[in-house]
């Protein structure tokens, strides 16, 4: 009204009420911080009462707050060593059931050489004998019982880069089974995913979030290896169902799907192939 | 002083005998740790203020305590029993911070 005033004054609303203080949603806060103290303490005070003879409350609530204090201390810094213990002998596990399959891996192996010198001995030196080492000495490489080199192609395929998302964003166990059959149908030799030679025995499977080959867990990029003719096997490969499949995924999709051809692949013998049936001949 | 060396007793008393919290109370033995250190640092600011009163202090260390864990239980009991112990923390971590300022002031004088 005043000129002194009018800066704050608004032209038609003369009277206008205090502004809100600017931080007036901190009001909480704020009388948290200016009230800290129990408000009693004052009040008790200000009626200038004589100092109550309480004392023995006093003490025990004192008692208290220490117990209280040394209780929660000695059982944080207990229950850290348990804590520790139960991880370390988690890990100790594991590594003893790691050691564990690597020794029935070697006896396995051991195992299998056994079985084929026994089998060389009981075959003998006749034409029969000759004929049949021929065959399994043609067979072998191909059912997948021995380790076998040579020229081939390779397919790294992986999940796409938003995988997180959608889970069919990502390679499934079905994917790389077709991916397997196409091979086979092209004409690989061998086949083996993750350094896994897949036999007519093995299967590829999914648990929980992982594919397992013969239920061993692979982590991605999966790397299918194939021996065969490297200079048709990737045309081959391309022309059958899977190829296509494949392609699709690798454009609609966004998977990794990358094909090389390679000059010397190594594929390990599959030890999941094992004699499981013998029988004697008649002589 | 007196108060003092209670603390100091309880705390031997605690490390000596070992005494074993019930499972069920584990969960609010922080959160009332927490409410009692604010009582206790409280205490102590009206100690040196000149206001302080026992009663006042017993009363106000068991409510604290008692409210603090109550309020931690119901959390539990509604599922935000995480976001309400920190709730109860921040609110008397405030209040310990600023008792534990001007007991510093009250102290040096700085």
Known sequence: ?283 | MIPLIGLLAGIALGLILEPTVPQALQPYLPIAIVAAMDALFGALRAYLEGTFSDRVFVVSFVSNVLIAAAIVYVGDQIGVGSQLSTAVVVVLGIRIFTNVAAIRRALIRA
Request: charge should be negative; charged fraction near 25%.
């Open chain 1, 1 to 283: 009204m005043s000129a002194a005033r009018g800066t704050m004054t608004i032209p038609g609303r003369p009277d206008v009420t205090p502004a809100r203080p600017a931080d007036a949603s901190m009001d909480l806060l704020n009388q948290i911080i200016r009230e800290p103290l129990d408000p009693d303490y004052a009040l008790v005070a200000a009626r200038g009462e004589p100092r109550p003879t309480n004392r023995g409350a006093l003490v025990l609530v004192a008692v208290l707050i220490g117990v209280m204090f040394a209780v929660a201390t000695l059982q944080t810094t207990r229950s850290a060593p348990a804590l520790e213990s139960e991880r370390a002998e988690l890990i100790d596990r594991v590594q003893a059931g790691e050691q564990a399959q690597d020794q029935l891996r070697v006896r396995s192996a051991e195992l299998s050489t056994e079985i084929d010198r026994l089998r060389t001995s009981a075959l003998g030196d006749d034409d029969q004998a000759v004929a049949l080492r021929a065959q399994i000495e043609r067979l072998s490489p191909v059912v997948g019982t021995v380790a076998v080199t040579g020229p081939g192609m390779v397919i790294e395929v992986d999940d796409a880069p938003a995988a997180s998302t959608d889970a069919r964003d990502r390679v499934l166990d079905v994917d790389l089974q077709i991916l397997a059959n196409g091979l086979w149908q092209a004409g690989a030799e061998a086949v083996a995913i993750n350094g896994h030679r897949l036999s007519s025995l093995t299967a590829i499977r999914s648990a929980g979030d992982a594919i397992t080959v013969d239920f061993r867990s692979l982590t991605r990029p999966y790397r299918v290896e194939a021996i065969g003719d490297s200079r048709t096997l990737p045309a081959r490969f391309a022309g059958t169902a899977a190829g296509a499949w494949w392609h699709e995924l690798a454009a609609n999709r966004q998977m990794g799907y990358e094909t090389s051809t390679a000059r010397a692949l190594v594929l390990a013998a599959d030890p999941g192939l094992v004699l499981r049936h013998a029988r004697r001949t008649e002589p």
